[in-house]
C-alpha cells in the first residue's frame, strides 16, 4: 500500500467528543474503516474565570462511540459518528443517560501530493452533551466547518506525519460558536506500532447568560497496535491541561479498528 494512501487509514483516531477525524487525508474510493472506542473521565476540579483550578461536585462520564468513513470518489470521503453519553452527578445535579453527540458530513479533497494534501469538511452534529465535561448544560445542533491540511516525512527510518485542522462551529438555538483547532503527531517506530500524540482546543468568544466565555486545550496520547492488516487495538489517555469556564477531563480511552 502507498505511504500517502496508507496514511489514510493511521490517521484516523478515537471518536473525540465533539467530533472525530481521519485528518486532511481521503480514503481510496471503494474502501472504509470502522473505529468503535469507549472513553472514561472522572472529576472534581473545573477551571474557572481566571484559568485557575476549583473543586465541583464530581461526576463521572463515560462515553461509548463508533467513528465510520468511507471513500465515495477520489475527492469525497463520507463521515458518520453515532454516540452513547452516561453521566453521573450527585444530586441536585442531573444525571444524563442516552444518545450523545453524533456526526454525519463528508470531506472534499483540495490538493494531494506525495508529502503534502489540503482538504475541507462540513459536518452536522446533534444535540448534546457539552464538551466542557457535564458542568455546562447540553448544547444545541451544530455545524462544524473545517480546513485541513496534513504531510507526511521520515524520521530517521521511520514513517511520520503531522496533520492540522482549524475551523469553526456554529451551533443552533442562538448559542455561541467556538473556534476549534486540532492538531496531530503520529510515528511509526516499529513496524506495527503507532504512536499518536494530538491536541485538541476549543476557543468560544461569544457569551450567553448558560454558556460564558470560554476556551479548553486537551491532550491526548495514545499507542496503535497492528493485528493483522484489517484490524488494530489503541489505548491511551487524555486530560485537559488549560482552560476558563470549562470542566477538567482526565480519563483512559480505547479503541478497535477495523478497515475494509
Known sequence: ??????????????LAAGGASAGAWLMPPGEGQIIAGAAFSGSSRAFDSHGHLIPVPSYDKFELGAYIEYGVI???????????????????????????????????????????????????????????????????GSIDLRGMIGSNFTIGSAPAFVSAEGGYRFFAQSQPGEWRLDLTFGVRPIEKVLVLLQNFGALQTGASAAFPRSLWDKLQTSLVYDFTPSISGQIGAFFTVAGVNTGRELGPLAALWYRF
Not at 500500500?1 to 483516531?13: E, G, H, I, N, S
Not at 450527585?90 to 506525495?114: C, F, H, T, V
Request: charged letters at 15%; a positive charge.
Open 1 to 14: 500500500m502507498p505511504f500517502a494512501r496508507a496514511l489514510a487509514v493511521w490517521l484516523l483516531v478515537i
Open 74 to 140: 477520489d475527492w469525497l470521503t463520507l463521515v458518520a459518528s453515532p454516540a452513547y453519553d452516561r453521566i453521573r452527578q450527585p444530586a441536585p445535579a442531573l444525571s444524563y443517560n442516552g444518545a450523545g453527540e453524533s456526526a454525519i458530513g463528508g470531506r472534499i479533497g483540495l490538493y494531494q501530493s506525495d508529502g503534502l494534501v489540503a482538504s475541507l469538511q462540513a459536518v452536522l452534529l446533534t444535540p448534546g452533551a457539552s464538551f466542557n465535561s457535564a458542568i455546562e448544560p447540553r448544547r444545541a
